[in-house]
């Protein structure tokens, strides 16, 4: 029996943004394309300053399944590497998958922690994130104490995406705000506005005495199949808006029939598939040796 009350408007006061629960699966669908920016920011790493008999130590902050903090230790085998996520449901996927020695003889391990307010409790030879800060609004206030943490000749290097102006972030942000939606979803859709451009991180992180490497790309990404833009933001910025509505399956599929009309019209499939741009920014930053 469905209800003829708008489920828009069952609950009329507004609410604070709500902390987004994750689905590593949802997430991992998209694995090759969201995988690609941290190859590229990879291989922009120099070497560590390590020794023999000191295998470096790694953190990786925001490390979700785990799949990409993986892709670590197969370029420093022998490295001690922590993986830090706010979300159980992350940290148990990265723990099942990736947790334990190495073949290079180094160890995977994964804790819970707010990297809002992380604090290195150890010294480390690299600090990198993965399309994690842009969650963070006064990440750049913390770059003083992750450089501090490193060694000298240490690396932080971390990528955001930056496709808050897209029409996918753009339309979730104007339907949350829109008449029907702000009563229970006002600025749920907008949470990645504060990420910096290029020139801005460049700045902070020369201020801190660090060479440094910023850039930007935009990759025009080919998805298959029906809806792929929207089972994209499914695993992301769409996370804030079903965590709102989780207990009101009615109106969580009124929402995304309605995001879902708005995108295909914003992203019309080809004959070959939907292409997704996505902008992503990237720095890396090396502290004086």
Not at 26 to 41: A, E
Not at 117 to 144: C, E, M, R
Not at 233 to 261: I, M, N, Q, S, W
Request: glycine content about 8%; charged content about 25%; proline content about 10%.
């Amino acid at each position: 029996m469905h209800s003829d009350v708008d489920p828009a408007a069952r609950i009329r006061t507004a609410a604070p943004p709500t902390a987004p629960g994750w689905d590593p699966q949802q997430y991992l669908r998209h694995s090759g394309h969201r995988t690609r920016p941290f190859l590229d920011l990879l291989a922009r790493i120099p070497a560590l300053p390590t020794r023999p008999g000191r295998p470096a130590r790694i953190a990786d902050l925001g490390c979700g399944p785990g799949n990409v903090t993986a892709l670590l230790a197969d370029r420093w085998p022998d490295a001690r590497i922590t993986g830090f996520d706010l979300s159980p449901d992350m940290l148990r996927r990265a723990e099942a998958d990736h947790a334990g020695p190495t073949p290079g003889g180094g160890t995977l391990d994964f804790r819970r922690a707010d990297i809002a307010d992380w604090l290195p409790d150890d010294t480390y030879d690299l600090i990198t994130s993965n399309a994690a800060l842009q969650w963070v609004p006064a990440h750049p206030g913390s770059f003083a104490a992750w450089t501090a943490a490193l060694r000298p000749g240490g690396t932080f290097a971390f990528q955001v995406p930056a496709n808050h102006t897209a029409p996918s972030h753009a339309l979730l942000a104007a339907l949350c705000d829109s008449p029907r939606w702000r009563d229970r979803l006002a600025g749920q859709g907008s949470r990645h506005t504060h990420v910096l451009d290029p020139a801005e991180y460049l700045d902070r992180l020369t201020e801190l005495g660090c060479t440094t490497d910023t850039w930007e790309t935009t990759y025009h990404q080919l998805l298959p199949g029906p809806d792929p833009v929207l089972d994209w933001v499914k695993g992301t910025a769409l996370r804030p808006v079903l965590t709102a509505l989780r207990d009101d399956r009615e109106a969580a599929e009124t929402f995304l029939a309605e995001y879902r009309d708005l995108l295909r019209e914003a992203y019309p499939t080809g004959p070959r598939g939907t292409v997704f741009p996505f902008r992503r920014i990237f720095a890396v930053a090396v502290k004086e040796a």
